[in-house]
């Protein structure tokens, strides 16, 4: 798994971290039982505050996503379903960027989701 | 979150009403620093806004006129080599002791000084930032020099760093890798660190506190949290004409040139700006939090160019 923090992002860095850790579950390139880099060597090569990592991982674990086994490390929960509350999460991420944006730009939601729907539509026409 | 002192309990810093002064200049202004144990404090302001003044004073280097400063709750004035032992400086000005010596025995001589002294991790640390060891100190290049004291001050794995514009005379490269030693040494000991530095965007991601100096004196101090969620841009919908309320202090303001689109950076909770605003005439469309710096400068009055 690589993680890669946006600036422009205004979410807290720990969120993104969270995100992103979900976002490989779900993607398959986490998997159960995997390891997770160390909070020391995530927080060298990203440069960020090895806090926020801890601040990720413990949001990570509070959630049953992963689990740290003393003295070894942390790794992906055996049990974890990537399809169910990882990908409602991460939609939901998705669908409050959108929002946001559609905000600033002075539009409203069901705006938004027509043109989600008619863009969608020539794309599966175009392919 | 809202609340720093509860969630960290101790001050691994703290200074009571400290002021110096230099002849006429008032370098130093009833200074109440607070930094928690453990944090990454970012010290911003411009220069001669009086932040190495105020780290000679945590190092006892200066004397205050009035007022004390507290490392670790020891007094700096009556307990400076306690207080000395637990620090690791790396200082503004570019001076290396003991020029004739090369690197490496600089270093031994420098272990001499403190029981921590890790030698593996100084040798580490030398490898990682490109210290000669045998070049001789005196003939370092500014960057070389600045390297070596980087080395000096985190080897010993002291409790307080206080970091005075530490990346100055660094290439972008060593730079970034000295910032990443630095995360990997925060991640390996609780450490409490004190850095100033011209460039705010590259501490962007570690630091967890922020305070301003503007002419001696602390204008602002929160945590970072804090002052993003505090320090914010907003556009606004307002009738031509229409002036942001003095006593809020708006900072960084662009109008359209219809006058009717607006855009400031604002100190204040959200949802009692934007009643103000409204309350005033105009509509806000949106917030955004800023960049650090960005955030930081808003204590900062714009200067007239």
Not at chain 1, 103 to 124: C, F, P, Q, S
Request: charged share 25%.
């Amino acid at each position: 798994m690589l993680v890669t923090l946006d600036p422009r992002d205004e979410r807290p860095l720990y969120l993104q971290i969270v995100d992103q850790v979900r976002r490989a579950l779900l993607v398959g390139t986490l998997r159960a039982e995997d390891p997770l880099p160390s909070v020391r060597e995530l927080a060298g090569e990203l440069v960020i505050n090895p806090r926020t990592v801890s601040q990720a991982y413990g949001e990570l674990e509070k959630e049953g996503v992963i689990y740290v086994r003393r003295g070894q490390g942390t790794f992906v929960s055996p049990t974890i379903h990537p399809d169910r509350q990882e990908r409602r999460a991460i939609v939901r991420g998705v669908a409050e960027r959108a929002l946001l944006e559609a905000r600033r730009n002075g539009l409203g939601v069901e705006e938004l989701v027509t043109m989600i729907e008619e863009v969608a539509a020539e794309d599966r026409g175009a392919a | 979150m809202t609340h720093p002192d509860s969630d960290v309990g101790e001050f691994a810093v703290a200074t009571h009403g400290l002021s110096k002064r230099y002849g006429r200049k008032l370098a130093l202004d009833e200074v109440e620093l607070r930094v928690p144990e453990g944090s990454v404090y970012v010290l911003v302001g411009v220069n001669g806004a009086g932040k190495s003044t105020l780290f000679k004073t945590l190092m006892n280097l200066e004397r205050p006129d009035t007022g004390a400063a507290e490392v670790f709750g020891l007094d700096t004035g009556g307990s400076g080599p306690e207080v000395r032992a637990q620090i690791g400086y790396v200082p503004e000005r570019q001076e290396a002791p003991y020029r004739y010596m090369s690197c490496a025995r600089l270093l031994r001589h420098a272990a001499a000084f403190y029981p921590a002294w890790d030698h593996a991790y100084a040798d580490h640390l030398a490898r990682a930032l490109g210290v000669p060891p045998e070049q001789r100190v005196g003939g370092l290049s500014k960057g070389e020099t600045r390297r070596l004291q980087l080395v000096m001050a985190l080897a010993h794995r002291p409790a307080l760093l206080l970091f005075d514009e530490p990346m100055d005379g660094l290439d972008p490269l060593v730079r970034r890798r000295a910032l990443a030693l630095l995360a990997e040494h925060l991640a390996d000991a609780p450490t409490t660190v004190v850095i100033s530095t011209h460039h705010v965007q590259e501490l962007e991601s570690l630091a967890d506190h922020v305070g301003v100096l503007r002419g001696g004196r602390l204008v602002a101090q929160m945590s970072r949290d804090d002052l993003q969620r505090t320090v914010r841009t907003y556009e606004l919908e307002a009738p031509e004409g229409w002036e942001v309320p003095k006593d809020l202090h708006a900072t960084a303001l662009r109008r359209s040139s219809t006058g009717r689109d607006m855009r400031c950076t604002l100190v204040g909770e959200e949802r009692d700006i934007t009643g103000r605003l409204l309350a005033a005439g105009a509509r806000v469309r949106g917030s955004s939090t800023l960049a650090l710096e960005d955030a930081a400068l808003a204590f900062l009055p714009e200067e007239p160019s």
